[in-house]
């Protein structure tokens, strides 16, 4: 079993912003299949906070335009949810808004694990309907948690708190792909 993260360590407004961030990326992955307009946007912003851009006043507000125009909506099954949240989380995570960073964090922390939960649950009902016989069952959401467990690790550790994020965010990059291709079929399918 995976240990729960420790997210009461992120105790500065920037702990828990990387920490959202993060979680931010690794959905995008799902995000941004089957065409997330502002995809491209969503990109920059999880990088460039990463090296100190003004990522509100540089992609801020095509991303807050996105989610207005498509808010979060209750169906785990459409593509729009995961697009959706992607964003959200991405916003949300830079604009604070809980009664410490740690709360902050905890929120994001439930956000983007029942999105891979949901993931998660989509693929077995999939599997199960399809007929199909399958290894395993995904475990995208225990993967998800085991991701955040070692973020909020190194970034409560962290002298520097954003080189931390970036070596982070440049070693989830590679699973990105990963990610996109075993779940590509079930989102665009939905």
Do not use: N
């Not at 979060?72 to 593509?79: E, T």
């Not at 965010?169 to 989102?187: D, I, K, N, T």
């Amino acid at each position: 079993m995976t240990r729960v993260p420790e997210w009461r360590a992120l105790d500065t407004g920037e702990k828990a912003a990387a920490f959202g961030l993060l979680c931010a990326a690794r959905l995008s992955a799902v995000a941004s299949l089957g065409g997330l307009s502002c995809a491209t946007e969503l990109g920059a912003f999880v990088r460039g906070w990463g090296d100190g851009v003004d990522v509100q006043d540089r992609y801020g507000r095509v991303l807050a335009a996105y989610s207005r125009r498509f808010p979060v909506r209750d169906d785990v099954g459409s593509p729009d949810y995961y697009r959706s949240l992607a964003v959200d989380i991405a916003l949300m995570a830079v604009h604070g808004g809980e009664k410490s960073p740690a709360d902050h964090a905890r929120r994001l922390m439930f956000m983007a694990s029942g999105a891979w939960a949901e993931l998660d649950a989509l693929a077995a009902r999939r599997t199960a309907s399809a007929r199909t016989t399958h290894d395993e069952v995904p475990a995208a959401r225990e993967r998800e948690v085991s991701c955040q467990a070692s973020d909020a690790s190194a970034l409560a550790a962290a002298s520097d708190v954003r080189d931390a994020y970036r070596q982070a965010l440049a070693r989830y990059r590679a699973e990105y792909a990963q990610r996109a291709r075993y779940f590509q079929a079930l989102v665009i399918q939905c």
